[in-house]
């Protein structure tokens, strides 16, 4: 059941105007909640926006790569305690991508918007435009935005036939699979 989710996970970037019920943003959440951390020290935390001013601000983290978040009916803002662990990057990105499946499942498109490490404008960083918007403590980092809603765009799954199986080695690198 979960290949069948990855297989038509595709990203979305066009949503309907439809809010998403709570019991799903309920789901969306635990989902992340529920993902592996190193050590299980879970240096994680999410804000869940859905104020529709703030989507708006947010859809201008960037100035490539945001502005469709403008139309989405919720965003989850990932953030970590750097301190709390060496690979929270790694950590954020499991839950991420968690978080996404889980809105594959329940019939919601979904997109990362990369934050970490990207620009606001030439002056300020992505991070530090959504920290000062969100009130995030400046003691954590902020690595992406998953947007998320009812998609108002229909992609095909990939075929398998066009996966790049020949990045994948058996035993020794250069050993075809």
Request: hydrophobic share 40%.
């Given at each position: 059941m979960v290949m069948s989710v990855?297989?038509?996970?595709r990203s979305i970037r066009k949503f309907k105007p439809n809010p998403i019920e709570p019991e799903k943003v309920d789901m969306l959440v635990e989902a992340a909640l529920r993902?592996?951390?190193?050590?299980?020290?879970?240096?994680?935390?999410?804000?869940?926006?859905?104020?529709?001013?703030?989507?708006?601000?947010?859809?201008?983290?960037?100035?490539?790569?945001s502005a469709f978040l403008r139309n989405a009916p919720l965003a989850v803002v990932v953030c970590a305690d750097p301190d709390k662990s060496d690979v929270w990057v790694e950590d954020c990105s499991i839950a991420a991508i968690l978080m996404q499946l889980a809105a594959e499942s329940l019939e919601l498109g979904s997109c990362w918007i990369q934050i970490r490490e990207r620009m606001h404008d030439d002056t300020r960083s992505a991070e530090g435009y959504i920290a000062e918007l969100l009130r995030i403590p400046k003691k954590l980092k902020v690595e992406s935005v998953i947007a998320i809603g009812y998609p108002a765009e229909t992609k095909p799954p990939h075929k398998r036939e066009e996966l790049p199986f020949d990045k994948v080695y058996l035993d020794l690198y250069g050993n075809r699979f």
């Amino acid at each position: 059941m979960v290949m069948s989710v990855i297989r038509k996970r595709r990203s979305i970037r066009k949503f309907k105007p439809n809010p998403i019920e709570p019991e799903k943003v309920d789901m969306l959440v635990e989902a992340a909640l529920r993902a592996p951390s190193s050590r299980g020290l879970q240096p994680w935390e999410f804000v869940v926006v859905t104020d529709k001013d703030l989507l708006d601000k947010l859809s201008r983290t960037k100035t490539h790569g945001s502005a469709f978040l403008r139309n989405a009916p919720l965003a989850v803002v990932v953030c970590a305690d750097p301190d709390k662990s060496d690979v929270w990057v790694e950590d954020c990105s499991i839950a991420a991508i968690l978080m996404q499946l889980a809105a594959e499942s329940l019939e919601l498109g979904s997109c990362w918007i990369q934050i970490r490490e990207r620009m606001h404008d030439d002056t300020r960083s992505a991070e530090g435009y959504i920290a000062e918007l969100l009130r995030i403590p400046k003691k954590l980092k902020v690595e992406s935005v998953i947007a998320i809603g009812y998609p108002a765009e229909t992609k095909p799954p990939h075929k398998r036939e066009e996966l790049p199986f020949d990045k994948v080695y058996l035993d020794l690198y250069g050993n075809r699979f």
